[in-house]
């Protein structure tokens, strides 16, 4: 079983270098896949609210074995909850669902400017930080004026911001940013869900010389610039193979062949200066 490595945060926790993410599984599929995962080495998992599986992935860690004390256990807070008022009742919800008394990392899951409540519920989330109920607080899907108005407002910047990378869209600017300031990047849609990352005839000559599989390559990629990914798959096979990265590497040519892949265009098309995700 490999073992992956652990980057240690600004805080001074440590978090694994690669995860697994976790949606668009349901409560059930969680509740199956997510010990399939634990068994073949994944100790970071990745839900949120708006997944609707907390349950699921709260039974599944549960049903594998695997101590708490083993795992990373990382959930969001959706825009609907942001305010003073309502994040300490929606991360009682989220601990509750997962049955678990505190979360590894909390992140808000998107800023919502045009709501414009995300410094308050960052200082809340500091709040609960301080009280024990979660270990590191981070965010997912800010922009460097979202991270420097946190900084202006309250003193701290998030440890960890996730956001939509892979090499087709790789945020050089932002991944700078990130560690000016000692924010870990994380990223979503790491294989790069959405687009034809996983068919490009660079990344397959790549993966042949290596003897290994385009996704492999492509994560070993993120390990080796110090991007934490957290690829999905409802496949044991390919949950494997994902996690496969960190006996090897990539050469100082590949990795520059891969970054020559950037195109700059998101899988997604989500813009977190105007997308509101309630
Ligand atoms: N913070 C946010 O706003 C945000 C947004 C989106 C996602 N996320 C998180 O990030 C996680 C990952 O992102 P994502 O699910 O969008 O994209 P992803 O991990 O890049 O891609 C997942 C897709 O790739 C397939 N796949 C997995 N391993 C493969 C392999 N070895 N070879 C070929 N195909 C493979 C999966 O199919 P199979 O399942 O059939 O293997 C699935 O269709 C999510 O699950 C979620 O936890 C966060």
Do not use: C
């Not at 609907?80 to 989220?94: F, K, P």
């Not at 989330?125 to 202006?152: C, K, Q, W, Y």
Request: net charge negative.
């Amino acid at each position: 079983m490999p073992d992956v490595a652990k980057h240690v945060l600004r805080d001074g926790h440590e978090i694994p270098q690669l995860g697994l993410g976790t949606y668009p599984m349901d409560d059930a599929e969680a509740e199956a896949l997510v010990p399939e995962a634990l068994w073949r080495g994944y100790r970071l998992v990745d839900t949120a609210v708006n997944y609707g599986n907390e349950r699921g992935v709260g039974r599944g860690i549960r049903s594998s074995g695997i101590p708490r004390s083993e795992l990373f256990l990382t959930s969001k807070i959706p825009g609907r909850d942001h305010g003073r008022a309502s994040v300490r009742r929606s991360l009682e919800g989220t601990l509750t669902r997962l049955g678990t008394d505190h979360l590894d990392l909390y992140m808000i899951h998107w800023p919502n400017p045009g709501v414009d409540q995300y410094v308050q519920t960052w200082r809340e989330m500091m709040t609960a930080r301080d009280e024990g109920l979660v270990r590191s607080i981070g965010v997912s899907n800010f922009l460097p004026e979202h991270l420097l108005r946190l900084e202006a407002e309250t003193g701290e910047m998030p440890v960890v911001n996730q956001v939509e990378l892979h090499p087709q869209y790789q945020q050089e600017a932002l991944r700078r940013f990130h560690q000016e300031h000692r924010i870990l990047t994380e990223a979503w849609s790491p294989l790069g869900r959405k687009t034809d990352l996983l068919q490009s005839e660079w990344l397959a000559e790549i993966a042949r010389k290596q003897g290994r599989t385009p996704a492999q390559v492509v994560l070993r990629w993120h390990v080796q610039s110090g991007i934490v990914p957290i690829p999905k798959s409802s496949n044991p096979q390919r949950m494997a193979e994902n996690i496969d990265v960190f006996e090897w590497e990539l050469t100082d040519e590949q990795m520059e062949r891969l970054r020559m892949m950037h195109t700059g265009i998101s899988g997604s098309g989500f813009d977190p200066a105007v997308h509101e995700e309630m």
